[in-house]
């Protein structure tokens, strides 16, 4: 596969610090070094969970990429967020996947959490332990929050919770699980009735189901976990009981989405940079493939729209870290990105002809990968009507000018919590 630019185009410098610039460039030479030497092997074993690449990303503190330097991590924020997943993302969607999907808990703690429990939870995470899930959808449900059947139910002073969830990225890596589950009697309204719950790994009850390979990012894991009367203590609640539904929303609108989007553009440059390089390569009428007027034009077309993708993906998370309300700009970014991506990625197998049918083509990767950035964190459909709401100017929360600025501050005591 054609190497993507290695250097930030100009169009990005308005967003990008010195420091931006510098993890851009440790960003591409650990992906060279130690992402592109392990993607063949990923997508050849596609029953396989890829641990290493998790475990260099963590000794780096990469999972900590938005903790604050008081919980011990880089606090560097979401355009840095943002170029760590999206330049993994350029060599291997699935080893990307496994940063944004730990990335999307952690926002949840440290935005609903005491401070207690980001020590408990962060502090190891920034010194390259205990990988996280969010664990919200389920088998029955899906994605849809008012209708989780997860249950928890008080019993003295600790939760009992019992329930499946499915679909949650990193489930074999993770060390704990942020569950959502239902508190209330039926009734209640979502808003209400669901709490957010840490729950380790190790608890007893708790099991991993075996790792099924998706249609796409071999080597990632979006598995099951069976919850069977788990057992936990009162101070593993995150956030006040009841908020369950802020802790998931929130979560999936500051993190999840601009993750998605990131994921997106990586596989965008991707395909744009290989289908470019093989229209060069090849000759035809005394001239390349790229000679052609005809194909010059579909290609014209996959880079307006990588271009604008780009643009969209980082102005987004600029104005996140700016505690600017962005909520709708991050929907923009998640929903446009995955389908410019997805549209390329089609043109790009048709330019390519039957060659992209070989068993081993990157291109079959590339656009099996960008399937998933469909579904999580809201489909199309979803973000579509939210970005309705907005035109329509109807109200809703803005999570990014709520919680955003209480982010981007260290809290140095309790009372800050």
């Known amino acids: 596969m054609s190497a993507a630019p290695t250097t930030p185009p100009p169009a990005l410098h308005p967003y990008l ?3 931006n610039a510098l993890l851009w460039d440790e960003a591409n030479t650990f992906a060279v070094e130690h992402v592109a030497p392990r993607a063949a092997g990923m997508e050849a074993a596609p029953g396989r969970v890829e641990r290493k690449v998790a475990e260099l ?14 919980l011990g991590g880089l606090g560097a924020g979401h355009v840095a967020k943002t170029i760590l997943i999206h330049r993994i993302a350029c060599v291997s969607a699935a080893a990307a996947a496994i940063l944004q999907a730990t990335l999307i808990p952690v926002g949840a703690v440290l935005h609903f959490a005491t401070h207690e429990q980001k020590h408990r939870w962060l502090a190891p995470l920034a010194d ?15 994605g849809h929050l008012g209708g989780i059947e997860t249950t928890a139910e008080r019993v003295g002073n600790q939760w ?15 060390g704990a699980h942020l569950v959502i589950a239902r508190t209330a009697e ?13 729950v ?28 069977d009367h788990v057992r936990i203590p009162e101070d593993h609640v995150i956030g006040e009981v009841g908020q369950g539904l802020a802790v998931a929303q929130s979560s999936s609108i500051l993190y999840g989405r601009p993750n998605l989007a990131a994921i997106s553009l990586g596989i965008h440059e991707a395909v744009v940079a290989t289908t470019t390089a093989r229209l060069k390569a090849h000759s035809r009428y005394r001239g390349t493939l790229s000679d052609l007027p005809v194909l010059r034009d579909r290609i014209g077309d996959m880079e307006a ?21 962005c909520d709708t700009d991050l929907i923009n970014a998640k929903y446009l990105g995955h389908q410019w991506a997805a549209r390329s990625a089609q043109d790009a197998m048709e330019l390519h002809g039957a060659h992209a049918l070989d068993g081993h083509h990157v291109l079959q990767r590339l656009w099996r990968d960008i399937q998933h950035t469909y579904p999580p964190a809201g489909t199309g459909e979803i973000q579509r009507i939210r970005l309705a709401d907005a035109a329509f100017d109807e109200d809703h929360v803005q999570w990014s000018q709520r919680l955003t600025p209480e982010a981007v501050r260290a809290q ?6």
Do not use: C
């Not at 390259?128 to 449900?141: D, M, R």
């Not at 380790?200 to 919850?227: C, I, N």
């Not at 140095?412 to 919590?417: I, Q």
């Open 186 to 198: 039926a009734g209640v309204r979502t808003s209400q009735a669901l709490t957010a719950f840490m």
């Open 305 to 325: 729209r990588l271009r604008a993708a780009r643009i969209l993906a980082y102005q987004s998370v600029h104005l996140l870290d700016q505690g600017l309300p």
């Open 57 to 70: 990303m963590a000794v780096r503190g990469w999972f900590a990429v938005t903790v604050p330097p008081s």
């Open 128 to 142: 390259g332990f205990g990988l996280l899930s969010i664990a919200v959808t389920e088998p029955q449900a899906g």
């Open 412 to 417: 140095p005591g309790p009372t800050a919590a």
């Open 17 to 19: 610090t010195t420091r």
């Open 200 to 227: 380790e790994t190790s608890r007893r009850g708790l099991s991993v189901r075996d790792h099924r390979p998706g249609l796409g990012l071999h080597g990632f894991s979006a598995g099951r976990l069976r919850l």
């Open 160 to 174: 009992v919770i019992t329930g499946n969830k499915s679909h949650i990225g990193n489930s074999h890596l993770a």
